[in-house]
Every structure is written in structure tokens, then in C-alpha cells.
């Protein structure tokens, strides 16, 4: 179990040239995510079936025993079919790069990418290290050996 934790500090620092970028926040109070915003210089044009990689401007330092997840904002995804295509992207605790966002558009229109654009969300989790242990055998269970989907509901 994990210790709950009201607040953590993050150390963020912006890229050269992105002094204009907002940093990431929490846009209500009930949020569990910061909005990222882009930071490409001019447009970024994302088209049907194209995938990239956008700067945010942003580096990030976690405590150990945190992650940043990058997540798709579900505006841009219903309304546009654009998401994060590694949903959740992680960003680990030692990472020290820019933290980037991989863009997919599942649409049918080109879109654009423009500077300041909120692109995605960064939710921090807590994270526990597993050390695992190989066995001959595992206890059994009710779903036994059933594959993707054999607990039933839609289509299966």
C-alpha cells in the first residue's frame, strides 16, 4: 500500500526559447491532470494517419517512486481524433530530456499544431519497484488460462 500524498514537488524547467509556453497546470480544481502545451515554432501539420513527436518545452525532475503519464485530452480526441499515440506515455523519475508528446491523428483532416496549444495531459503517479521471483508454478484461479476476453461482456 501506498502512502497517500496531499502534494509532491516537481521541478520543472523550461527549454530555451519557451519562455512563452505556458507551464503545465491544473485547469479546475477536481483535475487529476496538467494540461501540456506545444512547443513547436510556427505550425506543425499533423495529417490523416501521421504520426509525430511535438516539444513541449518543458523538462521535469520527479522524486523517486514517481512517474509523469502523458495522456490524450478528450476534447481533442473526440472532436478531432487526434491522441497520444503511446497512451499512457511515461516519463520516469531519472528522465532529464524535454518531455515530448507522440501526436496520432486517426482523423480525417489535416490538423494543426500550433505553438501554445494544449496537446495533451500529464497526470504524476506513485510507482512501486517489483522484484520478481520465477516459480514452477502459479496458484490457479477462476479465469484459469482464458485469454483477452474470457471474463465476457461486450463481444465476447
Known amino acids: 500500500m501506498c502512502d497517500e ?3 509532491i514537488n516537481v521541478r520543472v524547467m523550461r527549454s530555451e526559447g519557451c519562455e512563452d509556453i505556458e507551464l503545465p ?5 477536481g483535475a487529476s491532470g496538467m494540461d501540456l ?3 513547436v515554432n510556427g505550425d506543425m501539420e499533423l495529417e490523416p494517419g501521421a504520426v509525430k513527436l511535438v516539444p513541449t518545452g518543458i523538462h521535469i525532475s520527479l522524486p523517486p517512486g514517481y512517474e509523469a503519464q502523458v495522456r490524450p485530452r478528450s476534447g ?5 481524433a487526434i491522441t497520444v499515440l503511446n497512451s499512457p506515455g511515461t516519463v520516469d523519475s531519472d528522465y532529464r530530456n524535454e518531455v515530448g508528446v507522440i501526436l496520432a491523428n486517426f482523423g480525417e483532416e489535416t490538423f494543426a499544431v500550433t505553438r501554445g496549444m494544449r496537446i495533451a495531459q ?5 510507482t512501486c519497484r517489483a522484484v520478481l521471483q520465477e516459480v514452477d508454478r502459479l496458484d490457479g484461479t477462476a479465469r484459469g488460462l482464458g485469454g483477452f476476453g474470457s471474463t465476457g461482456g461486450a463481444g465476447a
Open 37 to 39: 502545451c506545444a512547443a
Open 76 to 80: 481533442l480526441a473526440l472532436k478531432k
Open 25 to 29: 497546470r491544473y485547469m479546475s480544481d
Open 122 to 126: 500529464m497526470i504524476i503517479a506513485r
Open 5 to 7: 500524498v496531499a502534494e
